[in-house]
């Protein structure tokens, strides 16, 4: 089978990479043995380990090769001949594809190999043009070698738009005159002041710049903003997000933190939309008709190079348009653009800064919305923020695997045990602290620099008063809205930090439920949760059982349930479901899951072990405002159902109950605001944060506000913090009067209710502006 050059790759070709391995090892050995006897002919097998040899510096040379920087030569080819494509499809295309991104044009009669072409041409001219600066900065960098080395060892460099930014005019004279008169104060030479190399001004400053290189460049950009108009029109997000991959990380950068941070929002966009679309569909149920649907679509595509026009396709299209929410989500040419979204759909003074890792650096954009007023005077007003650190993601992903492995151990220890485990918790606290102080403590003495003229300490017109984080999925694990970073700039207070998965999507969320006046900004509260039609789902598998040190008196999730429906503070006692008698059934959480403005669920495990990942995937949820989940808790029966069920389930199921997928879920099915545990909480607490976070919104507090008031419960003694209430939503009093040493004691100033580590428990995904009326009409229904 071996005896011929053909025959050896047929017989490799049926070898996994494993078996390759081996049979190259062993190749190996026998040609070392070989050469001990030259006389001998090759055998079958020298000649197999010959040709493996081959093969694998040649598999060798060509990763290297598109590893490495090609040449001008190369690239230049390569422009040509896209050149000619676009040309040649151009040639059966309407005009306006050429036109500014802006311009409306009929998007059914683009040929989607045409948007392919178009992004490939401009990341191909930009490439060309940025080698073509990186000729002329080598001549410079020369000068000084020592520098450039150090350059080149930062991992996975950034482009050179990324480098330090130039020095301002204004900012260099400012320091020219501070220096002189430290000169005479001192009696020194008023005019020996120190100047630094290279703050010459911008690019355009140097005589021997290419200004071909420039125009070069501006065309190149002109090419990918149009290809990226056309791909998000025609609803391909994996060309989108190919050209806005240039766009946000090599075109701008520090030159325009405008376009810089636009791009990067729609970066963030792009890939979150793409994610959604994969996580939900591998849950969707086969026969689901937008799944059916969807994949009708995409086999149109496959066959035809402009679907867009057949009948077929433009019905299936529009009904997935109007029915599924999923697919509205996913329409984002349908929003303004990043500046008209942040001035229309933002409360003013609102703070939103996106942070994306990409090539082992962490990329940081923000802005300001400016306060309330004249429409053209607050789109002069907005301040834009960009800047780019080196971050290692294996040292990122390293972090998040640990804090994981904390929660999972502080998971078993509650199935013992009624407290956390205060060891683990501060070996938790003490890692994120680790993170904060070494990734976003510098990042943020930026952002006060830029935000707060005059310092968070002195109150300003214009100092930002909310703060919306939008942290990619490499982030996303980590409780950036508890950092005290972050919450100094904003006196403690945690109702003014939120978080979400892109600023479109926020808009998306908000969209439904407030009136748009051009010109103005959102309007805060939210009117969207009606009392009504707020529900309450308990312990769904009527797991709670008082465990033997705990007072007889004391609470169980089913008690808290009767007496929250007793007094109101759930508003639809009917629908509102608990598993004291017997499990809640699937069908029965589809119902709640469809009739109810606000839906509060407690319970041991994952959210959705009681309702299987598939259904809530199916839900439109476009109706629900608010989804409370005080999940995590963990007693023993739990902890064993929880294991039987990860062992039965698909692995996209498993992957669907971590914080981010489940989050994900639900705003792409149409949740405007999620409240999510994402770290195990002890039972006791999580029974208290959920009666004080339902009583708030109840009373018509917003969510965030709802939020701030479960942050800072406290209690008279440390020992009362993991103790349930007892009948009635009292502590006993006998308990009040009792230390944990049998002694009777007097109660000294409060302590907080929740550890640091329950705290960054809580997270708050989506619209926090939202709070409970009493006008039915007050939420729309889409």
Request: proline share 6%; hydrophobic share 40%.
């Given at each position: 089978?071996?005896?011929?050059?053909?025959?050896?790759?047929?017989?490799?070709?049926?070898?996994?990479?494993?078996?390759?391995?081996?049979?190259?090892?062993?190749?190996?050995?026998?040609?070392?043995?070989?050469?001990?006897?030259?006389?001998?002919?090759?055998?079958?097998?020298?000649?197999?380990?010959?040709?493996?040899?081959?093969?694998?510096?040649?598999?060798?040379?060509?990763?290297?090769?598109?590893?490495?920087?090609?040449?001008?030569?190369?690239?230049?080819?390569?422009?040509?001949?896209?050149?000619?494509?676009?040309?040649?499809?151009?040639?059966?295309?309407?005009?306006?594809?050429?036109?500014?991104?802006?311009?409306?044009?009929?998007?059914?009669?683009?040929?989607?190999?045409?948007?392919?072409?178009?992004?490939?041409?401009?990341?191909?001219?930009?490439?060309?043009?940025?080698?073509?600066?990186?000729?002329?900065?080598?001549?410079?960098?020369?000068?000084?070698?020592?520098?450039?080395?150090?350059?080149?060892?930062?991992?996975?460099?950034?482009?050179?738009?990324?480098?330090?930014?130039?020095?301002?005019?204004?900012?260099?004279?400012?320091?020219?005159?501070a220096e002189r008169c430290s000169n005479v104060v001192n009696g020194r030479e008023a005019g020996g002041i120190f100047v630094a190399s290279g703050t010459s001004g911008t690019r355009n400053a140097d005589p021997d710049y290419d200004e071909a290189a420039i125009a070069s460049e501006e065309t190149a950009k002109s090419i990918l903003c149009n290809a990226l108009s056309l791909a998000l029109k025609v609803g391909k997000l994996p060309l989108a997000k190919r050209?806005?991959?240039?766009?946000?990380?090599?075109?701008?950068?520090?030159?325009?933190?405008?376009?810089?941070?636009?791009?990067?929002?729609?970066?963030?966009?792009?890939?979150v939309c793409m994610q959604a679309v994969n996580t939900v569909l591998d849950l969707l149920p086969i026969d689901h008709p937008e799944r059916v649907q969807m994949r009708l679509l995409r086999q149109l595509e496959k066959d035809w190079s402009c679907p867009q026009l057949l009948a077929t396709y433009q019905s299936t299209d529009a009904r997935l348009r109007n029915e599924s929410p999923l697919v509205e989500r996913l329409q984002l040419h349908t929003l303004p653009?990043?500046?008209?979204?942040?001035?229309?759909?933002?409360?003013?003074?609102?703070?939103?800064?996106?942070?994306?890792?990409?090539?082992?650096?962490?990329?940081?954009?923000a802005v300001c919305s400016p306060p309330d007023g004249d429409s053209s005077q607050r789109q002069a007003n907005l301040r834009y923020f960009v800047t780019c650190k080196v971050l290692l993601e294996n040292e990122l992903q390293e972090c998040v695997r640990r804090l994981e492995e904390f929660n999972q151990q502080l998971e078993k220890d509650l199935v013992t045990s009624l407290e956390l485990n205060e060891a683990l918790a501060e070996e938790h606290d003490a890692?994120?602290?680790?993170?904060?102080?070494?990734?976003?403590?510098?990042?943020?003495?930026?952002?006060?620099?830029?935000?707060?003229?005059?310092?968070?300490?002195?109150?300003?017109?214009?100092?930002?008063?909310?703060?919306?984080?939008?942290?990619?999925?490499?982030?996303?694990?980590?409780?950036?809205?508890?950092?005290?970073?972050?919450?100094?700039?904003?006196?403690?207070?945690?109702?003014?930090?939120?978080?979400?998965?892109?600023?479109?999507?926020?808009?998306?969320?908000?969209?439904?439920?407030?009136?748009?006046?051009?010109?103005?900004?959102?309007?805060?509260?939210?009117?969207?949760?009606?009392?009504?039609?707020?529900?309450?789902?308990?312990?769904?598998?009527?797991?709670?059982?008082?465990?033997?040190?705990?007072?007889?008196?004391?609470?169980?999730?089913?008690?808290?349930?009767?007496?929250?429906?007793?007094?109101?503070?759930?508003?639809?006692?009917?629908?509102?479901?608990?598993?004291?008698?017997?499990?809640?059934?699937?069908?029965?959480?589809?119902?709640?899951?469809?009739?109810?403005?606000?839906?509060?669920?407690?319970?041991?495990?994952?959210?959705?072990?009681?309702?299987?990942?598939?259904?809530?995937?199916?839900?439109?949820?476009?109706?629900?405002?608010?989804?409370?989940?005080?999940?995590?808790?963990?007693?023993?029966?739990?902890?064993?159902?929880?294991?039987?069920?990860?062992?039965?389930?698909?692995?996209?199921?498993?992957?669907?109950?971590?914080?981010?997928?489940?989050?994900?879920?639900?705003?792409?099915?149409?949740?405007?605001?999620?409240?999510?545990?994402?770290?195990?909480?002890?039972?006791?607490?999580?029974?208290?944060?959920?009666?004080?976070?339902?009583?708030?919104?109840?009373?018509?507090?917003?969510?965030?506000?709802?939020?701030?008031?479960?942050?800072?419960?406290?209690?008279?003694?440390?020992?009362?913090?993991?103790?349930?209430?007892?009948?009635?939503?009292?502590?006993?009093?006998?308990?009040?009067?009792?230390?944990?040493?049998?002694?009777?004691?007097?109660?000294?100033?409060?302590?907080?209710?929740?550890?640091?580590?329950?705290?960054?428990?809580?997270?708050?995904?989506?619209?926090?502006?939202?709070?409970?009326?009493?006008?039915?009409?007050?939420?729309?229904?889409?």
């Amino acid at each position: 089978a071996l005896s011929s050059s053909k025959a050896q790759k047929d017989a490799l070709c049926k070898l996994d990479d494993a078996e390759q391995h081996s049979v190259l090892h062993a190749t190996r050995a026998l040609a070392r043995a070989r050469c001990a006897s030259p006389d001998k002919e090759p055998s079958a097998s020298d000649r197999v380990g010959t040709w493996l040899q081959s093969e694998e510096g040649r598999i060798n040379a060509e990763a290297q090769a598109l590893a490495g920087a090609r040449g001008v030569d190369g690239i230049e080819g390569s422009v040509a001949s896209l050149s000619n494509a676009v040309v040649l499809l151009g040639l059966q295309l309407p005009e306006p594809w050429q036109c500014e991104a802006d311009v409306s044009f009929d998007s059914t009669s683009i040929p989607y190999c045409a948007v392919q072409a178009l992004v490939e041409l401009g990341r191909h001219q930009l490439e060309l043009s940025m080698e073509q600066q990186r000729r002329q900065q080598r001549q410079q960098q020369q000068q000084n070698q020592q520098q450039n080395q150090r350059q080149h060892q930062r991992p996975g460099r950034p482009g050179p738009k990324w480098d330090l930014p130039p020095v301002d005019p204004c900012e260099l004279r400012g320091m020219e005159v501070a220096e002189r008169c430290s000169n005479v104060v001192n009696g020194r030479e008023a005019g020996g002041i120190f100047v630094a190399s290279g703050t010459s001004g911008t690019r355009n400053a140097d005589p021997d710049y290419d200004e071909a290189a420039i125009a070069s460049e501006e065309t190149a950009k002109s090419i990918l903003c149009n290809a990226l108009s056309l791909a998000l029109k025609v609803g391909k997000l994996p060309l989108a997000k190919r050209a806005l991959q240039t766009l946000a990380l090599d075109a701008y950068g520090f030159e325009c933190p405008v376009s810089a941070f636009e791009f990067l929002i729609l970066l963030q966009s792009t890939d979150v939309c793409m994610q959604a679309v994969n996580t939900v569909l591998d849950l969707l149920p086969i026969d689901h008709p937008e799944r059916v649907q969807m994949r009708l679509l995409r086999q149109l595509e496959k066959d035809w190079s402009c679907p867009q026009l057949l009948a077929t396709y433009q019905s299936t299209d529009a009904r997935l348009r109007n029915e599924s929410p999923l697919v509205e989500r996913l329409q984002l040419h349908t929003l303004p653009s990043v500046t008209e979204t942040v001035l229309a759909y933002l409360p003013p003074l609102t703070l939103v800064v996106t942070m994306q890792v990409h090539e082992q650096h962490l990329y940081i954009g923000a802005v300001c919305s400016p306060p309330d007023g004249d429409s053209s005077q607050r789109q002069a007003n907005l301040r834009y923020f960009v800047t780019c650190k080196v971050l290692l993601e294996n040292e990122l992903q390293e972090c998040v695997r640990r804090l994981e492995e904390f929660n999972q151990q502080l998971e078993k220890d509650l199935v013992t045990s009624l407290e956390l485990n205060e060891a683990l918790a501060e070996e938790h606290d003490a890692l994120v602290a680790k993170v904060e102080s070494a990734v976003i403590g510098p990042i943020v003495e930026e952002l006060t620099s830029h935000f707060w003229r005059l310092g968070i300490h002195i109150e300003h017109a214009q100092n930002p008063r909310q703060l919306l984080l939008l942290p990619d999925a490499a982030l996303w694990d980590l409780p950036w809205e508890r950092m005290p970073s972050f919450l100094k700039l904003f006196s403690s207070r945690h109702s003014v930090i939120s978080r979400d998965f892109s600023l479109h999507l926020t808009a998306q969320r908000v969209k439904g439920y407030m009136e748009e006046v051009p010109g103005k900004p959102l309007k805060v509260p939210v009117n969207a949760v009606r009392p009504m039609s707020t529900t309450l789902l308990s312990d769904v598998f009527g797991e709670d059982s008082l465990r033997q040190s705990e007072d007889k008196r004391s609470e169980t999730m089913a008690s808290l349930h009767e007496r929250l429906v007793r007094d109101k503070t759930i508003g639809n006692e009917d629908q509102s479901l608990h598993g004291k008698d017997h499990p809640a059934a699937p069908e029965d959480i589809q119902v709640l899951l469809a009739d109810s403005s606000a839906l509060y669920s407690i319970g041991f495990g994952s959210f959705l072990a009681s309702i299987d990942a598939g259904r809530f995937a199916s839900q439109d949820l476009r109706h629900l405002a608010l989804l409370g989940l005080f999940h995590r808790a963990m007693n023993d029966s739990a902890f064993r159902r929880q294991a039987k069920i990860r062992a039965s389930i698909p692995p996209q199921h498993v992957a669907a109950r971590t914080s981010y997928s489940l989050s994900l879920i639900a705003a792409f099915r149409g949740v405007a605001c999620t409240l999510v545990a994402v770290a195990p909480v002890p039972t006791a607490i999580n029974m208290r944060c959920l009666e004080v976070f339902a009583r708030e919104v109840k009373e018509g507090k917003t969510i965030s506000q709802a939020l701030e008031k479960v942050l800072t419960q406290t209690t008279p003694r440390q020992t009362l913090r993991y103790m349930r209430m007892a009948e009635g939503g009292m502590l006993p009093e006998d308990a009040m009067q009792i230390s944990s040493d049998g002694q009777a004691t007097e109660d000294g100033p409060p302590v907080d209710l929740l550890p640091l580590h329950t705290k960054a428990a809580y997270s708050i995904v989506g619209v926090p502006w939202l709070e409970s009326s009493n006008d039915t009409s007050a939420a729309k229904k889409k």
